[in-house]
């Protein structure tokens, strides 16, 4: 039998590589013999970059920027792929992300894309000509102008004044004023969402509450984005509202578009496509993947959404091994998932589940293999 190991991380308690190592000896331990191909993937989020760097070779290059508040800095980085034009792949959630905060300090209304600009004009200088933007796990409602001013871009009100940072001033909009030189890589935005910038599925009402974001501040984040994408279209002649993905990371996705010329492509397909997931499922019998919490998102553009949609090409069945189950066998099914694996009892404590999270996981992955056999679709 060959299995095929897929998984995304377990956020806070395991990298994806380490969540594909403990499936990895569950299997084994469970089935001697069995054929084993690891494959560590995310879907555009925190995590890509380790991931790509690991399946692409490249290096990590260190740079010091702003963080997501805009009085303090940021260790981030991004990584050079000399082989890629050459190009590189900056991970937004390195520099401006949710993480960077304690919970008390997020705040949607000041939060910062800048340092996220700065690591693209520090790939750019160092010679860029295609660049890869992760945008998952942010922590800001921007628009992307943070980044955007970071790369020379001016975001003025109506008395010409400079707007500060955060999507809290974008109603004072009122014009834009590009930099004298064009951004001179090629840039593609790995979006984990499909949302738009505005509506009942947009960066406010979806992903604001996460950031910080009270109910009247996500009314009032819905009204900025909404005037952001209005002065957009009259100043550039980009209608950035409705894109699918426009919303990704507080609208940075949308900024992308309007002011770098990016193109948004699926994040899970492209790190599947440069980790060589294609080539693994090549005569497996089962795909297993997961992550820490499996529900109605996972199934929608994440790293469970895609290595299904592949497997399911490929004649291969689907397993999740996950931290928390929230969607049901039959919610699975219409995924076309056919074993679940819940890692942790249900009454275990957060701080119980990420110290034992390794051998948790492991054990699920032993219970998950009794129930599998070969069972090849094609």
């Not at 690891?38 to 740079?63: F, H, I, K, M, N």
Request: glycine share 14%; aromatic share 4%; proline share 5%.
């Amino acid at each position: 039998m060959k299995i095929v190991v897929a998984m995304d991380s377990f956020k806070g308690s395991l990298r994806a590589v380490e969540a594909c190592e403990a499936v990895g000896r569950g299997l084994q331990a469970a089935i001697p013999g069995v054929d084993v191909a690891l494959v560590p993937l995310a879907d555009g989020g925190e995590g890509t970059a380790e991931t790509l760097l690991q399946a692409r070779g490249g290096s990590w290059v260190p740079v010091t920027v702003t963080g997501p508040l805009a009085d303090r800095k940021a260790e981030a980085g991004y990584v050079w792929l000399p082989a890629a034009g050459p190009g590189a792949l900056v991970e937004m959630a390195t520099a401006s992300g949710l993480p960077l905060l304690e919970e008390h300090e997020r705040d949607a209304l000041r939060t910062t894309t800048y340092g996220t600009g700065e690591l693209l004009a520090a790939a750019a200088a160092r010679g860029a000509r295609r660049l890869w933007l992760a945008v998952g796990g942010s922590a800001t409602v921007d628009g992307g102008t943070g980044a955007a001013a970071a790369l020379g871009w001016r975001f003025l009100d109506a008395e010409g004044e400079e707007l500060p940072p955060g999507g809290g001033a974008l109603d004072r909009l009122a014009r834009i004023v590009p930099p004298s030189e064009a951004f001179a890589a090629e840039v593609e935005v790995l979006c984990d969402v499909d949302n738009p910038l505005t509506g009942p599925r947009g960066a406010a009402a979806v992903f604001g509450p996460q950031k910080g974001a009270s109910p009247a501040e996500v009314d009032q984040l819905e009204a900025n984005l909404g005037h952001f994408a209005e002065v957009v279209r009259r100043e550039l002649g980009k209608d950035v509202d409705t894109v699918p993905g426009a919303g990704a990371a507080g609208g940075l996705a949308a900024g992308a578009v309007a002011f770098l010329d990016a193109r948004l492509v699926s994040g899970i397909d492209a790190v599947m496509d440069a980790c060589g997931l294609d080539e693994q499922l090549s005569g497996a019998d089962w795909v297993i993947t997961g992550e820490g919490r499996f529900d109605g998102q996972s199934v929608h553009g994440k790293v469970v959404s895609g290595v299904s949609t592949r497997a399911a090409a490929a004649g291969a069945q689907v397993a999740v091994l996950a931290g928390r189950l929230e969607l049901d066998e039959a919610g699975a099914a219409e995924h076309g998932i056919a074993a679940l694996e819940q890692a942790t009892p249900p009454d275990m404590s957060w701080d119980a589940a990420r110290a034992g999270a390794a051998g948790l996981v492991e054990a699920a992955a032993a219970r998950l293999a009794a129930r599998l056999g070969p069972s090849r679709t094609a």
